[in-house]
């Protein structure tokens, strides 16, 4: 009965988004309150409910400080011999645009930061989307896919990281074999952007753009502004630098490491305090319409782990799973993760269920390292859910719906979860027989 509710409760939450019955922060908030009470939860809401909150307040103070960071950076114009290069390059061509959004993602998606891939990859390249009218969502797609094959499986990747601790695997043998799927997950994103980019070239058309004298399409978009910072440039690439070396390892909680590097840029590039007030206020409606997304979506998932509909849902899955099916534990656990990491947040998914379904596995005899790798395939589908705060910092940066965006991004994200799944069976990173 638990299971049923929560199920209900995640068809209809998702239908009321999609549809745009309500807005995410209402439905992330309404739906699972009601929920909560049709199943008799109504004492324990507003623990369950500070539970979610208190739970999401790390990620909702790392997104805050890392959108003024890298907006701090990207007003000083950090990024623009970047961004330069990347334009002059793909020039008008909506196919180059696009392959050259994937390859640029795909590189900064190696940090296994997604607010970093993001922000990064939208300062380049939303401004000629916009500029030659192609669609931003195509944008959001490519950047999603090549986080979810970049930091998806990587080691340092946030869910790998859970996978290999939870089960206490090395992180060398769990990722050596994983390898050639990487490389042929990072070749489907090429791909898909290059079938993107022929849809947009279709739709309209390829636009040489000038790229020299006074109406170069580059300095129109890059612009020249009172803010930029040329001469400093150098300086704040250190910075970028000494932060992220310090994110890989560990030296500080990621959410404090964007606050210091936030404020030291701040100090660097604008000294004087009414320029500090300025360019805080400049990002301030991003950041807050973010981090209040990030609450609502803390309200949901404390709420669905506090009624314990989530455990319910995982156990009721490993119990529907035929015996016969033994041998092909590996793939089912593959093909099941799309749907149970979009319901779940990573530390639910694989503090909570991976384990339930290692030890299932190892009645088959089945090794917990294939287990693991199987658990990561569907980080494509995972990222397009309401409950990752960076999907949510994705679609407001391209001034779009989350709803929009699950419906244009769930084939290609299906697609890609299908294709590294084959690929790691194909090189026997998980196999169908122990």
């Given at each position: 009965?638990l299971?049923l509710l929560g199920?209900?409760?995640v068809i209809?939450f998702t239908?009321?988004?999609?549809?745009k019955?309500?807005?995410?922060?209402?439905a992330l908030?309404v739906?699972?309150?009601v929920f909560?009470?049709?199943g008799g939860?109504?004492?324990?809401?507003?623990?369950?409910?500070?539970?979610?909150?208190k739970?999401?307040?790390p990620s909702?103070?790392l997104?805050?400080?890392a959108?003024?960071?890298?907006?701090?950076?990207?007003?000083?114009?950090l990024?623009?011999p970047?961004?330069?290069?990347?334009?002059?390059?793909?020039n008008?061509?909506?196919?180059k645009?696009?392959?050259?959004?994937?390859l640029?993602?795909l590189?900064?998606?190696?940090?296994?930061d997604g607010t970093?891939?993001?922000m990064?990859?939208?300062?380049?390249m939303?401004p000629l989307?916009?500029?030659i009218?192609?669609?931003?969502?195509?944008l959001?797609?490519?950047?999603?896919?090549s986080?979810?094959i970049m930091?998806?499986m990587?080691p340092?990747?946030?869910?790998?990281?859970?996978?290999?601790?939870?089960?206490?695997l090395?992180a060398?043998e769990f990722?050596?074999?994983l390898?050639?799927t990487v490389?042929?997950?990072?070749?489907?994103?090429v791909?898909t952007?290059?079938?993107?980019?022929?849809?947009?070239?279709k739709?309209?058309?390829s636009?040489?753009?000038?790229?020299?004298g006074?109406?170069?399409?580059i300095?129109e978009?890059?612009?020249?502004?009172t803010h930029?910072?040329p001469r400093?440039?150098?300086?704040?690439l250190?910075?970028?630098?000494?932060?992220m070396?310090a994110?890989v390892m560990?030296?500080?909680?990621?959410?404090?490491?964007?606050?210091?590097?936030?404020?030291?840029?701040?100090?660097i590039?604008?000294p004087?305090?009414?320029?500090q007030?300025?360019?805080v206020?400049?990002?301030?409606?991003?950041a807050?319409?973010?981090?209040?997304?990030v609450?609502s979506?803390?309200?949901?998932?404390?709420?669905f782990?506090?009624?314990k509909m989530?455990?319910?849902?995982?156990?009721?899955?490993?119990?529907?799973?035929?015996?016969?099916?033994g041998?092909?534990?590996?793939?089912?656990v593959?093909?099941t993760s799309?749907p149970?990491t979009?319901?779940?947040s990573?530390d639910?998914?694989?503090f909570g269920?991976?384990p339930?379904?290692s030890n299932?596995a190892?009645?088959?005899g089945?090794?917990?390292?294939?287990i693991?790798?199987?658990?990561?395939?569907g980080?494509?589908?995972?990222?397009m859910?309401?409950?990752v705060a960076s999907t949510l910092l994705?679609?407001g940066?391209?001034d779009r719906?989350?709803?929009?965006?699950q419906?244009?991004?769930?084939k290609w994200?299906?697609l890609?979860?299908?294709?590294?799944t084959?690929?790691?069976?194909?090189?026997?990173?998980?196999t169908?027989?122990?």
């Amino acid at each position: 009965m638990l299971a049923l509710l929560g199920l209900a409760m995640v068809i209809v939450f998702t239908v009321l988004i999609m549809t745009k019955r309500l807005s995410p922060i209402v439905a992330l908030t309404v739906v699972p309150i009601v929920f909560a009470l049709i199943g008799g939860f109504g004492g324990g809401l507003g623990k369950m409910m500070l539970d979610g909150l208190k739970m999401v307040a790390p990620s909702a103070a790392l997104l805050l400080f890392a959108i003024l960071f890298f907006g701090i950076l990207i007003d000083a114009g950090l990024f623009d011999p970047l961004i330069r290069r990347i334009l002059k390059v793909v020039n008008g061509d909506p196919v180059k645009i696009a392959m050259g959004t994937a390859l640029l993602s795909l590189l900064v998606a190696l940090d296994g930061d997604g607010t970093t891939t993001y922000m990064i990859t939208c300062a380049a390249m939303l401004p000629l989307y916009k500029r030659i009218g192609m669609n931003p969502m195509v944008l959001a797609i490519l950047a999603m896919l090549s986080l979810s094959i970049m930091s998806g499986m990587s080691p340092w990747g946030g869910p790998t990281t859970r996978a290999i601790a939870v089960l206490g695997l090395d992180a060398g043998e769990f990722f050596v074999p994983l390898l050639p799927t990487v490389i042929g997950g990072a070749a489907w994103v090429v791909f898909t952007a290059w079938m993107l980019g022929r849809g947009e070239r279709k739709r309209v058309g390829s636009v040489v753009l000038q790229s020299g004298g006074s109406n170069c399409y580059i300095e129109e978009i890059l612009g020249d502004s009172t803010h930029k910072r040329p001469r400093l440039a150098w300086l704040n690439l250190l910075l970028v630098a000494a932060v992220m070396v310090a994110l890989v390892m560990g030296v500080m909680h990621s959410a404090v490491l964007f606050l210091i590097g936030f404020v030291v840029a701040l100090i660097i590039n604008y000294p004087h305090l009414e320029q500090q007030k300025e360019r805080v206020l400049a990002h301030a409606g991003n950041a807050m319409t973010v981090v209040l997304l990030v609450f609502s979506a803390g309200v949901f998932a404390g709420i669905f782990s506090g009624t314990k509909m989530v455990d319910a849902l995982a156990q009721g899955l490993v119990d529907m799973i035929p015996a016969e099916w033994g041998k092909l534990f590996p793939l089912v656990v593959a093909i099941t993760s799309m749907p149970l990491t979009f319901v779940l947040s990573n530390d639910a998914y694989y503090f909570g269920v991976v384990p339930i379904l290692s030890n299932a596995a190892a009645a088959y005899g089945i090794d917990s390292l294939e287990i693991a790798r199987a658990s990561v395939l569907g980080q494509p589908v995972h990222l397009m859910s309401p409950l990752v705060a960076s999907t949510l910092l994705l679609v407001g940066m391209v001034d779009r719906d989350i709803g929009e965006f699950q419906k244009a991004a769930f084939k290609w994200a299906v697609l890609t979860s299908l294709v590294i799944t084959a690929l790691a069976l194909l090189t026997g990173a998980i196999t169908f027989i122990a």
